[in-house]
């Protein structure tokens, strides 16, 4: 489409030079606005730089909205309905980026460079004119009585712009400038707020002792539980930390535990370290190998099959004084208490680490209030929202950075009148 003359175009303010919000400002002056980027810090895309540990996993092959989590759920199907992974991959591809998908689905930039996704977005703004304001902080977002909206600075300095698209993020990564600044300008114009929490984070876990199995790794099942009940579960790489535990399995729990921990309940994660042998079976086992392994001491007698570091952790839960106990002493209520916890190891939950070590953040504006095949507000025609600002958090392996570009692209083309 070609470019309006200035006199006629349509002015779109984004608040946000993060990843939802550059694709809206591309999105936006390609459909022929004039376009300008309001970002607090210094340059813009500082997020977008970390994800995928450098390699920026934009895309998942296999994204659906069993992977999402939101108050208002029906509502995130119909926004990546319309705007999906196609769409986004074709995006990328026609900007310069190839897209590589590794075996669990996973999509990289072929180079493996978060770099090169925030080159081609900021070439692509270059291109389209977009003017990029950086160290702009927004104080404040009015209603101007002669049409479209004022936006004010941390200074008292202003631009106009007859429509605004909040794109700030939300909490996760503070250290990159993300302190739910959007969250104000939303109530501002009425806009509930689902109480913002950490996700996809580390969980802190009670235990004394986490500070000697810091480093430990092992495979199995996790699932969240409260008051007996399986909230969710996960299989995949657990992480044992000082803190407690960590790992791609945890993390996609990890905004769901928070949760329940706000609401002031109970809960914890139940660790199955051997979840593709049944109880019964894993306990005969046990039995079977205690009867050519009795000659071995306790701790010898469970080597190869945990972590070594594991090992003291189990026996002394078990209620095996020393390790150096003759296998063979244990007994069968000791072996069955040990493929109990092997099987179902429950750690209390205490919380999460703090706002920066956080990927992503659980809440946020409430999509029911957000037309889903706009991304305007429902309570103030010419104001739309795109990215993490919004109650929508996907697990991990590309489906935050895809709610981005999904929530961005949408928003862009429909401030800009398309």
């Known amino acids: 489409m070609s470019r309006r003359t200035v006199e006629k175009q349509t002015r779109v303010a984004v608040i946000g030079g993060g990843a939802s919000g550059l694709a809206a400002a591309a999105a936006a002056a390609a459909a022929g606005a004039f376009v300008m980027v309001l970002e607090k810090e210094e340059r813009v895309g500082r997020k977008l730089l970390a994800t995928g540990n450098g390699r920026c996993n934009y895309s998942n092959r296999y994204v659906d909205i069993k992977d999402y989590r939101s108050r208002d759920l029906d509502k995130a199907e119909k926004i990546l309905s319309r705007i999906g992974q196609k769409e986004t991959l074709a995006f990328f591809e026609r900007l310069g980026i190839w897209p590589r998908a590794d075996e669990s689905g996973r999509i990289y930039p072929s180079s493996e460079q978060a770099a090169a996704v925030l080159d081609v977005l900021r070439m692509e703004l270059r ?202 002493e244990l007994g069968e209520k000791r072996i069955h208490a040990i493929a109990a916890m092997l099987k179902g190891w429950r750690i209390p939950v205490t919380g999460a680490r703090p706002w920066s070590e956080a990927q992503t953040t659980s809440g946020g504006v409430r999509l029911s209030q957000i037309d889903p095949g706009t991304m305007e507000s429902l309570l103030q025609k010419g104001l739309y929202f795109a990215g993490e600002v919004l109650d929508a958090q996907g697990r991990c392996g590309g489906y935050n950075l895809q709610w981005a570009w999904s929530t961005g692209l949408l928003a862009g083309r429909s401030a800009a009148g398309l």
């Open 127 to 328: 291109r389209l004119g977009v003017e990029i304001f950086c160290g702009w902080p927004v104080k404040e977002l009015k209603k101007d009585p002669k049409g479209g909206f004022r936006i004010i600075g941390q200074k008292g300095e202003q631009k106009k712009a007859d429509r605004v698209i909040i794109a700030c993020g939300g909490m996760a990564g503070a250290q990159y400038g993300c302190s739910g600044d959007g969250y104000a300008l939303a109530r501002a114009f009425g806009h509930q707020i689902i109480k913002p929490l950490p996700a996809l984070v580390q969980l802190s876990a009670k235990g004394d002792f986490f500070r000697h199995l810091k480093g430990v790794r092992a495979k199995g099942r996790v699932c969240l539980e409260w008051e007996g009940t399986v909230v969710a579960e996960q299989s995949g790489e657990i992480q044992f930390t000082q803190w407690g535990l960590s790992g791609i399995c945890i993390f996609d729990l990890s905004g769901q535990a928070m949760e329940l921990l706000d609401q002031g309940k109970d809960c914890g994660i139940r660790i199955d370290l051997f979840p593709q042998i049944q109880p019964d079976a894993f306990y005969s086992r046990l039995l079977n190998r205690l009867s050519v392994s009795g000659h071995k001491s306790a701790e010898e007698f469970l080597e190869g099959m945990i972590h070594k570091k594991l090992i003291g952790v189990v026996l002394r839960a078990c209620g095996v004084e020393s390790p150096a106990v003759p296998a063979s």
